[in-house]
């Protein structure tokens, strides 16, 4: 019996090169970090007033890595290698607040991380406390479904809900899957799955951006523009006027190991009718 997870062709060798540079890349972001939050700890180096702490949030699969180049290259940041996930996708199961405000309360001052939060007051209070420029992008839930399912069956093969995706037989049960969830804890239905992040868009502390705005030439600018605003009101530094270029040159979507050089509205031909309907009643406020 054919299996979806057949129809992709998979390169063993690129797997193992790929997977070694985030290996390489987590050590020497741990001895960065150590240095960092030992200079720390004796008062040498900056404090939150002057470089605050950039998270960028986000519904998975709606632009994580892209943002981030951009955060990266904002002046006085640092990437440190960390990434702090609600639901790691490795063992597919909750990290409570209190584990979430751990992380967060070892993130260094300047420091730029990815995250994928559930929103949570606390949590948004405790992004406060460290003077962050908390960055969310969003996406449109209908290319956000597709992006989901064809990273589980294609891509993710560490992921825990690999197999489960993966040996089913078309495309459109793995997307109803995806959409319906199984009624367990491990695979809740899209609005359940989503909902929980798209929150943090009514969060006054947060800037919202629109993944469609971001990687649309005619809106960037705009975007960027006001990320540099939100980051000179935080840090109380004025930037170069080269920065915004900097920022736009910095945006480089093959460099990300979930690129998948695809349409971004590919969801147009791949969902049915049936289910493109059922996402936007399930979300009337974010296409």
């Not at 405000?101 to 460290?130: D, Q, T």
């Not at 997307?175 to 319906?180: P, R, V, Y």
Request: positive net charge.
């Amino acid at each position: 019996m054919a299996r979806i997870a057949q129809t992709t062709a998979f390169n063993a060798s690129t797997f193992r090169s790929l997977s070694s540079v985030p290996f390489k890349r987590k050590v020497f972001a741990k001895l960065q970090r150590a240095f960092v939050l030992a200079d720390r700890a004796r008062g040498k180096t900056r404090s939150f007033e002057t470089h605050p702490v950039v998270i960028v949030n986000s519904l998975p699969k709606s632009g994580t890595h892209l943002l981030m180049q951009v955060a990266e290259a904002l002046p006085g940041t640092v990437q440190l290698g960390s990434f702090i996930a609600q639901r790691p996708s490795w063992a597919n199961w909750y990290r409570s607040e209190a584990q979430i405000l751990k992380r967060i309360g070892n993130l260094a001052p300047g420091e730029c991380v990815g995250a994928h939060l559930h929103y949570r007051s606390g949590v948004s209070e405790a992004l406060c406390a460290l003077n962050a420029l908390h960055l969310f992008i969003y996406r449109d839930p209908r290319a956000v479904l597709v992006s989901e399912v064809q990273y589980l069956v294609q891509t993710a093969r560490w992921n825990a809900l690999h197999s489960r995706f993966a040996n089913l037989d078309t495309l459109k049960e793995a997307l109803d899957l995806a959409i319906e969830g199984d009624a367990s804890d491990a695979l809740p239905d899209v609005q359940s799955r989503y909902q929980p992040y798209l929150d943090w868009r009514d969060d006054p502390n947060v800037f919202a951006i629109r993944f469609e705005d971001l990687s649309n030439p005619a809106t960037c600018d705009v975007v960027l523009r006001d990320i540099v605003e939100q980051h000179e009101m935080r840090s109380g530094n004025q930037t170069d006027p080269g920065l915004l270029e900097r920022l736009r040159n910095s945006i480089r979507p093959g460099l990300s190991h979930t690129y998948s050089g695809q349409s971004p509205e590919r969801w147009k031909n791949l969902l049915t009718r049936e289910q493109q309907e059922k996402l936007v009643s399930l979300f009337p406020c974010v296409q």
